[in-house]
């Protein structure tokens, strides 16, 4: 059975940084691009990160660029976000998600760890 388990959520004040980390198991994603989304009250889910199965590529959204990192770690089947400078509009539940194979979509979800930003 495959699962991602997202961590490293929690409250922090604006300017502040967190690191979210998501281990799959039940098989390997170490082929296959992962991401992050997320989800803030009353909007839709929408994608913040992404990367390649190398780790060479790498796509951001504009509202996180130069604020927001995102990594991974095949050996130990985790991808990692270090998000800093965070703002209040940051605050949202973060999910990670991984697709089926490298053709497919995102099929793959954890169960999503809140982020709270205080002003």
């Known amino acids: 059975q495959v699962q991602l388990v997202e961590s490293g959520g929690g409250l922090v004040q604006a300017g502040g940084s967190l690191r979210l980390s998501c281990e799959a198991s039940?098989?390997?994603?170490?082929?296959?691009?992962m991401g992050w989304f997320r989800q803030a009250p009353g909007k839709e889910r929408e994608l913040v990160v992404q990367i390649s199965w190398t780790g060479a590529t790498t796509y951001y959204t504009d509202s996180v660029k130069g604020r927001f990192t995102i990594s991974r770690d095949n050996a130990k089947n985790t991808v990692y976000l270090q998000m800093n400078s965070l703002k209040p509009e940051d605050t949202a539940v973060y999910y990670c998600a991984a697709p089926d194979s490298r053709t497919s979509g995102y099929v793959y979800w954890g169960q999503g760890t809140q982020v709270t930003v205080s002003s």
């Open positions: 039940g098989r390997t994603f170490s082929f296959y691009g």
